[in-house]
């Protein structure tokens, strides 16, 4: 188990937000495997201050991420999902542990993610616009498509890392920058994923903040997200009790 988390730079205290660099002073939150009850790790939570740091870091990572031409956004994303594939072991054991999915469906779980890093990295070359015929002499009408902002993802236990590649990959090459909030029961995969992305985006010179990362509770944290305007949409998966919140 050690050599686990140690490949995937899970400490025995790791911090629960990121924005390219970690932060986190709020309550510490014991991470316990549901195979055995032990103690995986601890997490430090941030505080609804940190919370707001890290939206303005992500925000201010999307004003230069959306000016970067589509195909070098997905090249950023290959690379992601390249690395994916040199700890899917280690990472699909990691899900295991802290998640409970058995051996293999926690490594599919990561193959899930790689598969969706080669989909955005074929659709970004493929962001279309239509050429609309107009009633104007010598003129035309063009759509365009443009980034909406901070994209803020809420993922459930049960897919602690896949729900949130499926979002972060196509916000990304789409010139979005993401904020990732995960489930309480499962902070330590997202930690390990955003230092996965950290590492690619800053080996690429890129703002490692446009993966950014929120590990706090729900009723601070969660409803920040929901009702914050620089958050111009929101991916929630979770129970019905969530869905209606």
């Not at 459930?156 to 995960?182: H, Q």
């Amino acid at each position: 188990m050690n050599e686990i988390l140690t490949v995937l730079g899970i400490e025995e205290h790791n911090l629960g937000g990121f924005c390219g660099e970690w932060m986190g002073s709020g309550p510490e939150l014991a991470v316990m495997t549901p195979i055995d009850g032990s103690q995986l790790a601890t997490v430090q939570q941030v505080t609804e201050g940190e919370y707001d740091t890290i939206v303005s870091r992500a925000h201010e990572a999307f004003l230069h991420w959306r000016t970067v031409p589509p195909p070098r956004r997905g090249e950023l994303v290959r690379q992601i999902g390249d690395r994916l594939r040199e700890v899917k072991a280690e990472l699909g054991a990691l899900v295991t542990l802290e998640m409970g999915k058995i051996r293999t469906e926690g490594e599919g779980e990561v193959q899930e993610m790689i598969d969706i890093c080669d989909f955005a990295t074929g659709l970004s070359r493929q962001l279309y616009g239509l050429t609309i015929a107009s009633e104007r002499q010598d003129h035309r009408m063009m759509e365009q498509w443009h980034p909406l902002g901070v994209v803020g993802v809420i993922s459930a236990f049960n897919f602690p890392v896949a729900v949130w590649s499926w979002n972060a990959a196509l916000a990304c090459v789409c010139g979005d920058s993401v904020l990732w909030k995960p489930a309480s029961q499962t902070p330590l995969t997202a930690i390990a994923v955003l230092k996965i992305a950290q590492g690619v985006c800053e080996e690429n010179g890129v703002d490692p903040a446009i993966f950014s990362l929120a590990v706090g509770r729900g009723s601070t944290v969660g409803d920040r997200l929901l009702h914050d305007r620089r958050v111009p949409l929101v991916s929630a998966t979770g129970s019905c009790a969530v869905g209606y919140r």
